[in-house]
């Protein structure tokens, strides 16, 4: 079945480092990929998205590639600030599948100052 | 416009009683999405309605259900409560393949 794999955390970085957060997938069809991002005590919120292959999605300084040939969607963003401590999940959705929004277990990031 | 909306924001019950949680998905949306999270896990998927049908479900007991309503909003209900089932429950609705927003969650505490 459809499923993402994402790198363990937590993950513990001094502001303004590099971020990388390894994420893989397997999916049947063609899927949309998906950053959400969940801050202390709130539900998820949609970071970014690519649809297709070789697309990037960017927001607030996060990029993604979807790279069909790695089978891969890696986070990253070049200086992280401590609002960015949050925990981050991969999803995929494949249109018209029968499976709904495929989680990540979710990566823990904290930014310290 | 509004977003999802999911009540109450916070559940107490004890064992063996039944819980009720409610979601309001955004205009227009079709499709909503039941997740657990428990602490210190990630999002377990419940359940999956579309256009008032259950598409799919997770790997859950029978004691979890759940219905769509005609306005598509959606209930959960989670029957003889267990103490394991201490968790933020999310909803989350989307339409064909966009993304699905999510809502704040509700948090139930089995006591």
């Known amino acids: 079945g459809d499923s993402v794999t994402q790198m363990e955390g937590p993950v513990t970085l001094s502001e303004e480092a590099f971020l990388t957060i390894n994420c893989t997938y397997t999916a049947t069809g063609y899927p949309s990929l998906f950053w959400y991002v969940q801050y202390p005590g709130e539900g998820l919120q949609l970071l970014l998205k690519a649809t297709k292959a070789d697309d990037k999605g960017s927001n607030k300084g996060f990029e993604a590639t979807y790279r069909k040939e790695t089978t891969s969607f890696h986070l990253e963003k070049g200086s992280v600030q401590v609002s960015d401590s949050a925990v981050y999940f991969c999803?995929?959705?494949?249109?018209?599948?029968?499976?709904?929004?495929?989680f990540g277990k979710g990566t823990r990031l904290s930014v310290i100052a | 416009e509004a977003g999802v909306t999911q009540s109450p924001t916070h559940l107490i019950k004890t064992r063996g009683q039944q819980a009720t949680l409610r979601c309001s998905p955004i205009?227009?949306?079709?499709?909503v999405y039941w997740y657990q999270q428990a602490l210190g896990l990630g999002l377990q998927f419940l359940l999956w309605?579309?256009?008032?049908?259950?598409?799919n479900r997770g790997n859950f007991p029978p004691r979890f259900s759940g219905r769509q309503f005609p306005n598509y909003s959606s209930e959960l209900n989670v029957n003889a409560l267990e103490l394991e089932d201490s968790a933020l429950y999310l909803c989350?609705?989307?339409?064909?393949?966009?993304?699905?927003?999510f809502g704040q969650g509700t948090r139930l505490t089995v006591v």
């Open positions: 205009s227009g949306h079709t499709s």
């Open positions: 989350a609705s989307n339409f064909a393949d966009t993304e699905a927003f």
């Open positions: 309605y579309d256009e008032g049908e259950e598409r």
């Open positions: 999803a995929l959705s494949v249109y018209r599948g029968n499976t709904p929004l495929v």
